[in-house]
């Protein structure tokens, strides 16, 4: 396992914002996340947890405490004709072409998703009028509480529109099973690049972002529409813009602070309250040490605190 002080986080976000957590470590397998977070726990230490580093905006203070990224955990087993599963670090469009070459349907909308599949099962993520609660049959938590690996099911992981019952202040995503179905290859790999492509055509990627920025408020407003329609493409505070490709992206311009960030999505849902008199909801989670007038009026969801 890796181990870490002082790491600057900003390389492993999306986003590419973050300064120092005290402490990160990188374990490779399940044992040794497991062993980690009982030692953290015994020893009463904070902790929290980094995948992907995608739909995250951490401090530019840093973050005091330990943070343990799963990046490196990248196992992928066929377990049956038509079932996978995935340790949590995996990367979802790596999973997704991997299961197309293998014949395998249902991956396909995941590709564009910059996450890992840890990540994706916690805020559910999804695309193309799919998501993760379509395919997932069951995880594997560890639960620091409880101090014990636990398999939760789909219906027990009561799974809603970018949500999951997963509590990330004291639960781990270990790894995925998938229930996926055969197909013809070639068919599920031209699906595959067909929504890899309309990625590249849509969204910002020549800048880091952290992907969608809100949730959509509606099913037939998407959050997109609603900024585009109120004004808010091409806004900037500091080296934070609104990406002129996609009212819903921020993008770091080469040197944004998460302060830019914050102040930016604060203008933003200004202007779509001012247009619609409706408050848009922030997709990312948060980490790190935030001063009061970063986080008011936009939190999003609480600042994971073990």
């Known amino acids: 396992m890796e181990e870490n002080a002082n790491e600057p986080l900003a390389r492993y976000t999306t986003l590419r914002i973050g300064g120092e957590a005290d402490h990160l470590f990188q374990p490779h397998n399940v044992e040794e996340l497991v062993s980690l977070v009982t030692r953290l726990e015994q020893k009463d230490e904070p902790w929290y947890v980094l995948g992907g580093g995608s739909n995250l905006l951490i401090s ?7 943070v343990i990224r799963t990046a490196q955990m990248t196992e992928i ?6 079932t996978i599963d995935a340790l949590a670090g995996v990367r979802l469009p790596h ?3 991997h299961a197309a070459g293998l014949s395998l349907s249902g991956l396909e909308f995941s590709v564009g998703i910059p996450g890992t599949i840890g990540g994706a099962v916690v805020m559910n993520a999804g695309a193309h009028s799919s998501c993760m609660a379509d395919i997932v049959e069951s995880v594997i938590i560890f639960d620091s509480k409880e101090n014990k690996l636990i ?3 789909r ?11 997963i509590d990330i202040a004291t639960q781990v995503v270990v790894s995925a099973r998938l229930k996926l179905h055969p197909g013809n290859k070639a068919d599920i790999e031209a699906r595959t690049k067909a929504n890899e492509e309309y990625r590249l055509k849509t969204q910002p ?4 972002n952290a992907g969608s920025t809100f949730v959509n408020p509606e099913p037939k407003r998407s959050a997109g529409f609603l900024l585009e329609q109120a004004g808010a493409k091409g806004l900037t505070c500091g080296q934070a813009a609104v990406s002129a490709l996609h009212a819903n992206f921020v993008i770091n311009l080469g040197t944004a602070t998460s302060k830019d960030v914050t102040d930016l999505l604060q203008r933003m849902q200004e202007c779509v309250y001012n247009a ?4 848009l909801h922030p997709e990312w989670k948060i980490l790190g040490e935030f001063s009061q007038n970063e986080l008011t009026p ?4 609480s600042h994971p605190v073990h």
Do not use: C, H, M
């Open 298 to 301: 936009w939190q999003a969801s």
């Open 60 to 66: 530019s203070a840093g973050v005091k405490g330990n």
């Open 276 to 279: 619609f008199t409706i408050k």
């Open 95 to 97: 999973l997704a072409k």
């Open 151 to 153: 398999t939760l099911n």
């Open 205 to 208: 990627i020549g800048f880091p």
């Open 155 to 165: 219906k027990e992981l009561s799974f809603t529109y970018r949500k999951s019952k």
């Open 77 to 82: 087993k066929q377990i049956t004709a038509d």
